[in-house]
């Protein structure tokens, strides 16, 4: 299996559960792997035939921003099907992140995997 990484997006959005952070977006991290199998054996530098990753990312963006999610792990989740909205993906890790939301810390975030077989 091949492996597209989008790494490091910034959204900025409404993420959180207290009341400060359900007024003012703040950053969210985003890292996206799509899983996909690149290598056909008649691969053809073909466009058509590729994940637009360009594509997924805006709508990842857009989503981000507009969510207004309590927890990371619904985003996550959120962006995973997104994600997964393309026949050719998969699977995708992805990994959101609210950077210097616990002090002492310089981010913090989830992970998650998700198959396309696993879709809800």
């Not at 559960?17 to 792997?33: A, G, M, S, T, W």
């Not at 857009?62 to 026949?87: G, M, V």
């Not at 939301?101 to 198959?115: N, P």
């Amino acid at each position: 299996m091949d492996k597209i990484k989008i790494i490091n997006i910034l959204a900025r959005g409404i993420i959180g559960i207290r009341d400060f952070e359900r007024v003012k977006p703040q950053d969210i991290l985003i890292n996206i792997d799509l899983y996909s199998e690149v290598r056909q054996p008649d691969t053809r530098d073909d466009i058509t035939e590729c994940i637009d990753y360009s594509l997924v990312t805006k709508k990842v963006i857009q989503h981000a921003e507009n969510a207004k999610r309590f927890t990371l792990e619904a985003l996550a989740e959120d962006l995973a099907q997104i994600c997964l909205e393309d026949p050719r993906v998969l699977k995708t890790t992805v990994r959101v992140e609210k950077p210097g939301a616990v002090r002492f810390s310089q981010s913090v975030g989830v992970e998650i995997e998700r198959e396309r077989n696993q879709e809800t």
